[in-house]
């Protein structure tokens, strides 16, 4: 056995039966004589390749396996490797390296410090010293990104070292969930069951670990008002449920504000302390007791308030529901909703959005990368489906539509996705659409085209900048670009136009691209 069958039977032992990448010259031995039970997902630049491969790795629940290219395409790739370490999804990059023979010449290709470069974003990076440790160097990042909290993991191999003997690595299992002590869920408990008026905010964790469903049990129970955390990448409580109040502002005196009045505060599955814009004030209202449940010990020990109980959400959850009580309380006012967008020239975001809610499928997994029309989206497009949203948690750019094809090709062929996308958004990584195309992945892309980068343009307006230079993005066909990738499409001309032309873009076989011209100047609710 070599280190390539070696690595190979690995991965097939683990379920993994796809790899994305971009390859060069230091891969080349890794993908000679590839499997004919494995798949290889071809990107058009690395970053695309790692997003498709996290999208891949949340449909399928097994870590994504992505293959880059040294130092250049690990480079590349880096943008993308930062939104899987901030939303928890397990990755294994495995990157090609120059002979080992040759690496004391700093050779053309080579990557100096291999398992530093993508340092601090990844659980574990390493450069194996032998060849032959090469297996079980992959056995333990891949155990590594599956292992709660998830997250990417980066393996460096030289490029001959595929060709050279290796043992096969050992069956070692693997158990991720834990519960925190009886001692800290009871402190828990007890606070919410002496809560006058509590309320539960819910991170992407929830959905993350199957927990929606015990999320929605312990929230009627206590009868709590839900938020979603701020910017959060999933959606873990349905959004049409009774006690849903919306997603909190990533602004701390907004939060504030909107949890004021709540006496015990349980967030479950994510922090409530993520900020884009700056206010002075405490971080939570000052008669609030603030819990944490959560599987990440970093995150608790970054925390500027509460109480941290460390446990996978899944678990800390069903531990919770046999030590609370059930409790009569007020319910919170039903959440507002917006008036429908009217149906008039030139279409409204709000319009589009609207449409979008009427028309895509309840069993649909939505995508949605427009930060200018956030706010707007969530409030007219409640998700109801324990895994059927997804977007960036961290915010760099170029997630989406790659994210979406590497969901579409882990699903049911029967399975719809539908990526919703800014066009600024799309343009970090709109080759995403020629794998698309490849594959015929079933997902629908829908670019709100704005013409520029609206959210930057709002951020300025708060500074008191009216004018901003380097925003305006006019004269873009993504039609012609769409098409050019071997994808089709169309244009909506009109908003008489908009529901028959989304109607055929969701009933489209492989992908399809719908671009929806909007008006500029949507405000965003904390910008």
Same mark, same amino acid.
């Given at each position: 056995m070599d280190v390539r069958d070696g690595v190979f039977e690995f991965l097939r032992r683990q379920g993994v039966d796809t790899i994305f990448g971009n390859p060069g010259s230091t891969e080349i031995r890794m993908l000679r004589d590839f499997p004919v039970d494995f798949t290889y997902v071809l990107a058009l630049q690395e970053s695309i390749a790692v997003a498709a491969a996290a999208g891949h790795a949340i449909g399928s629940g097994v870590a994504g396996v992505v293959q880059l290219h040294s130092a250049g395409g690990v480079g590349h790739g880096l943008g993308a490797v930062f939104n899987a370490y901030r939303d928890r999804v397990?990755?294994?990059?495995?990157?090609?390296? %120059?002979t080992r023979a040759m690496l004391t010449t700093r050779p053309f290709l080579s990557a100096d410090e291999p398992a530093t470069f993508p340092r601090p974003y990844v659980k574990l990076a390493v450069q194996p010293d032998r060849a032959e440790d090469v297996p079980v160097a992959v056995a333990e990042a891949y155990r590594t990104a599956m292992t709660p909290p998830r997250g990417p993991v980066f393996v460096s191999v030289p490029e001959d070292d595929w060709d050279r003997p290796a043992d096969l690595v050992h069956d070692r299992h693997l158990h991720t969930d834990y519960t925190a002590s009886p001692a800290? !869920?009871?402190?828990?408990? *007890? #606070?919410l069951n002496g809560a006058r008026r509590p309320a539960m905010v819910i991170g992407a964790g929830v959905d993350e670990d199957d927990a929606q469903e015990l999320a929605v049990e312990l929230?009627?129970?206590?009868? #709590?008002?839900?938020? !979603?955390?701020?910017l959060s990448a999933r959606s873990g409580f349905p959004e049409d449920h009774r006690l849903f109040q919306g997603f909190l502002p990533p602004v701390r005196d907004q939060i504030t504000r909107a949890l004021d009045g709540h006496d015990v505060v349980l967030a479950v599955g994510g922090p409530i302390f993520k900020y884009h814009v700056h206010t002075d004030g405490p971080v939570v209202p000052p008669a609030a007791r603030? +819990?944490?449940?959560?599987? /990440?010990?970093?995150? #608790?020990?970054?925390? @500027? /308030?509460?109480?941290n109980v460390l446990s996978t959400v899944n678990s800390g959850l069903s531990s919770l529901l046999d030590l609370v009580e059930k409790r009569l309380r007020a319910? @919170?006012?039903?959440r507002p909703r917006p008036e429908p967008a009217p149906r008039r020239d030139p279409i409204a975001p709000e319009l589009a959005i609207d449409t979008l809610r009427a028309l895509v499928p309840s069993d649909a997994v939505v995508v949605e990368e427009i930060?200018?029309?956030?706010? #707007? +989206?969530?409030?007219? +497009?409640?998700?109801?489906?324990?895994?059927? +949203?997804?977007t960036t948690g961290s915010g760099a750019l170029g997630w989406g539509l790659p994210l979406a094809v590497g969901r579409a090709l882990a699903g049911d062929r029967d399975e719809r996705v539908v990526c919703v996308v800014g066009d600024g958004s799309s343009m970090y990584s709109i080759q995403a659409l020629w794998t698309a195309a490849r594959h015929r992945a079933p997902v629908t892309f829908v670019v709100l085209n704005n013409?520029?980068?609206? =959210?930057?343009k709002q951020l300025g307006r708060r500074l008191g900048t009216?004018?901003?230079?380097?925003?305006?993005?006019?004269?873009? /066909?993504?039609? %012609?670009? =769409?098409?050019?990738?071997?994808? @089709?499409?169309?244009?909506?001309? /009109?908003? *008489?136009? !908009? *529901?028959?032309? !989304?109607?055929?873009a969701l009933a489209a076989e492989g992908p399809y691209l719908l671009e929806i011209p909007v008006i500029e100047g949507t405000a965003s609710a904390y910008a």
């Open positions: 397990p990755l294994l990059v495995i990157a090609g390296q %120059q800290a !869920l009871a402190d828990v408990a *007890a #606070a929230a009627e129970r206590v009868t #709590a008002a839900v938020w !979603l955390t701020p603030l +819990f944490t449940l959560d599987c /990440d010990p970093a995150q #608790a020990a970054w925390a @500027p /308030d509460g109480t319910e @919170p006012p039903p930060p200018s029309h956030r706010e #707007a +989206f969530h409030a007219r +497009f409640p998700i109801t489906r324990p895994g059927g +949203f997804l013409r520029g980068y609206e =959210a930057v009216s004018e901003l230079v380097g925003t305006d993005l006019p004269h873009i /066909d993504f039609v %012609q670009v =769409a098409a050019g990738l071997g994808c @089709p499409g169309a244009r909506v001309a /009109d908003a *008489a136009s !908009l *529901a028959r032309e !989304l109607n055929t």
